[in-house]
């Protein structure tokens, strides 16, 4: 790693953000991990962006099925970030999806039920972003849980909680 990918990472750190899982699905087989790197760019059409390192097995599931779902976690949530990150140990053969219920909507792809908000998407196109791909997706469906809840929030390598 160069030096200014190391002074990247230490500024990036800095940089407030929600919490995700993005998820997806072919066949028999599912991935997903925490991402931070995900936003909003169009309302009409609807599309979002997701940012995934080429060479996790959710980037090639992504790239093979051409649909993802993006689960946006709340407060008291940690525990699932940190199970999709891949910090957390597991039952020997259980995947990151262990313990956690999902649902699927018009794509497939699984959703984390307890997600205070989640989006359903296909791959509109795929950008090369050096260690990472671009992936652009459709918003095919969207929903959010009806009661208030804060977002998880990252920040310096640790979870916050916003207060008013």
């Known amino acids: 790693m160069s030096e200014i990918s190391g002074d990247l990472r230490a500024t990036m750190r800095l940089w407030t953000c929600g919490v995700t899982v993005v998820t ?3 066949g028999d087989r599912r991935s997903g991990m925490t991402v931070s790197s995900f936003t909003s ?14 060479y996790t097995p959710t980037a090639q599931l992504v790239q093979e099925s051409g649909v993802f779902a993006v689960s946006l976690l709340g407060t008291g949530q940690d525990r699932i970030s940190d199970q999709f990150a891949g910090y957390t140990d597991l039952p020997d053969g259980a995947d990151r999806f262990h313990g956690v219920d999902t649902v699927s909507h018009k794509t497939g792809a699984p959703v984390l039920a307890v997600a205070v908000a989640w ?8 950008h090369d972003g050096g260690t990472h791909f671009i992936f652009v997706g459709d918003v095919v469906a969207t929903g959010r849980n009806p009661d208030p809840v804060s977002p998880l929030v990252y920040h310096n390598r640790q979870y916050w909680r916003l207060t008013q």
């Open 41 to 54: 760019i169009s309302l009409d059409p609807p599309q979002v962006l997701v940012c995934l390192q080429k």
């Open 119 to 126: 989006l359903d998407c296909r791959v509109s196109a795929v």
């Open 24 to 26: 997806t699905a072919s």
